[in-house]
């Protein structure tokens, strides 16, 4: 059921619609149809093959015969495409890099996931911008972006939809989301978002029946949905983070999103702030209306100050005071939403928000649901499993055998959860909504990037290596 809905979604982006052809797979969800995949995976068990690879953190994407990741090696970026069948290198192609992105130690210069249609493939790096190539190597065309001004650097992945790359550029100013040609590499289409600002969340698509196709991306406080054809705003729900990073997983017409920021969004800990006059009345020494590192009071608005600084001044105004207060007030959470008929606009948050959970939520791994049950696992390793329906807990633990923290999302195929450590654990779960773990095997090494499956194969990409695993017969 849950594959289905993927598929169909998928196939709105792709001709290619049973490979795994963008950040997370079929539209994004995580999930796709399988054969019988390795439970037990090593160098001693399953093992298909190993290639050696430069380092990076974007996840493989499949065309029917090739893996297209992107790496970094020195100062050096690349696109690698690997063959699938052998893992062989077939092709490597640097990307301009005129500057170098400030990066949160969780992030690295190849962390957006690249894009394929099986016959192109097209891959961005904050450091310079979009870029085509031909499955065969050949540069088409190139889009310089930026530079932006992401405090933790760029994670956005760029998708497919209505002939255009669409990609969510949230930045602490200009946010925005553009659509670029995919034949041509030409601007389509360019839609501000004032309310975002820090984020790296990927969008998904929805179609609804009789309506036109839509890009929904989550950011800063809002769920947001654009025609992909005119990139104009059809309708929103309120009650995000006001940082978001997760990609949302749908089933049966209901999308999932989770959200966190920071330990004051969690229930029962967040913090009210002074009014911004009399916080200027008591500390604004220069007499400038404004609050400047030296100024602010210790403690909160002093060590929080540069995530706040919107103008990138080095002090605070009372428009950044209000968006500091409103971040303040957010909350950590998982939301199901009801994705809307044909035709409605708006603010559809009462109507259309169906439940709510806010507690161990992640920050990076996103969410994933088959068969009404709803999983996640939080960046300490703290997994939820809840019945997606209603938001009721089925079970919350850590996993026995891999207690460790998690960058990765989780997948599904096979009627069974996959989710990877950051110390490179695979850990198999039922989807029943267990948290006993089938089989627990460990790679040993530095895991970031969410797994990719296709048919039989499952490939797992971790700091030095792309590890492709099928089952022995």
């Known amino acids: ?10 196939s709105l982006a792709s001709a290619e619609t049973a490979e795994w ?6 539209n994004g969800g995580g999930a796709i149809e399988a054969g019988a995949l390795p439970v037990e995976v090593g160098l001693d068990r399953n093992l298909l093959w190993r290639t050696e690879l430069p380092s990076g953190d974007s996840s493989p994407v499949l065309s029917a015969d090739r893996i297209f990741l992107t790496a970094s090696e020195g100062e050096a970026l690349y696109t690698i495409a690997l063959d699938r069948e052998t893992g062989s290198e077939l092709w490597r192609r640097e990307a301009p890099r005129p500057r170098t992105e400030t990066l949160d130690n969780r ?3 190849a962390s957006p996931s690249p894009v394929t249609d099986g016959e192109r493939v097209w891959v961005f790096f904050g450091d310079f911008g979009l870029l085509c190539y031909t499955v065969d190597g050949e540069q088409l065309w190139r889009h310089p972006l930026g530079p932006f001004d992401n405090i933790y650097g760029m994670g956005a992945s760029p998708i497919l939809a209505a002939g255009n790359v669409i990609l969510v550029v949230d930045q602490q100013q200009d946010s925005h989301v553009l659509a670029v040609d995919a034949g041509s590499g030409e601007l389509a289409w360019r839609t501000e978002r004032p309310a975002a600002t820090s984020g790296h969340s990927t969008p998904v698509l929805h179609r609804p029946e009789g309506g036109e196709l839509q890009v929904v991306v989550p950011g800063s406080f809002f769920l947001t949905s654009y025609s992909a054809r005119t990139g104009e705003r059809l ?5 995000l983070s ?8 749908i089933e049966d017409g209901v999308l999932f999103i989770n959200g966190y920021a920071m330990p004051l969004n969690e229930e029962g800990r967040h913090v009210q702030l002074e009014p911004f006059p009399d916080v200027v009345a008591a500390h604004d020494g220069d007499g400038d209306g404004m609050i400047s590192r030296e100024e602010a009071p210790e403690g909160l608005v002093r060590s929080s100050l540069s995530f706040f600084d919107l103008g990138r001044d080095g002090r605070l105004d009372e428009d950044d005071w209000t968006y ?3 971040a303040l007030d957010s909350r950590n959470g998982i939301l199901a939403v009801e994705l809307p008929k044909a035709g409605l606009r708006g603010d559809l ?4 928000v169906r439940w709510t959970y806010h507690r161990k939520i992640p920050q990076l791994p996103s969410p994933i649901v088959d068969d009404g049950v709803l999983l996640m696992v939080d960046d300490g390793g703290i997994t939820t499993t809840l019945h997606a329906a209603t938001g009721e807990v089925i079970e919350q633990s850590r996993l026995k055998g891999a207690v460790d923290s998690f960058y990765a999302s989780p997948i599904v195929a096979d009627d069974k959860f996959y989710l990877l450590s950051r110390s490179g654990k695979l850990v198999v779960l039922p989807n029943d909504g267990s948290l006993k773990p089938l089989a627990v095997s460990d790679l040993d090494d530095l895991a970031t990037a969410t797994p990719a499956i296709d048919g039989t194969t499952m490939y797992l990409r971790t700091r030095s290596a792309l590890w492709a695993f099928r089952a022995t017969q």
């Open 1 to 10: 059921m849950s594959f289905l809905a993927a598929l169909a979604l998928a």
């Open 21 to 26: 052809s963008r950040f997370r797979g079929p």
């Open 107 to 109: 992030n690295g210069p």
């Open 235 to 239: 309708w929103w729900v309120s009650g």
């Open 242 to 249: 006001f940082e978001m990073k997760s990609t949302p997983a």
């Open 324 to 326: 500091f207060q409103a």
């Open 349 to 352: 948050t009462a109507s259309h």
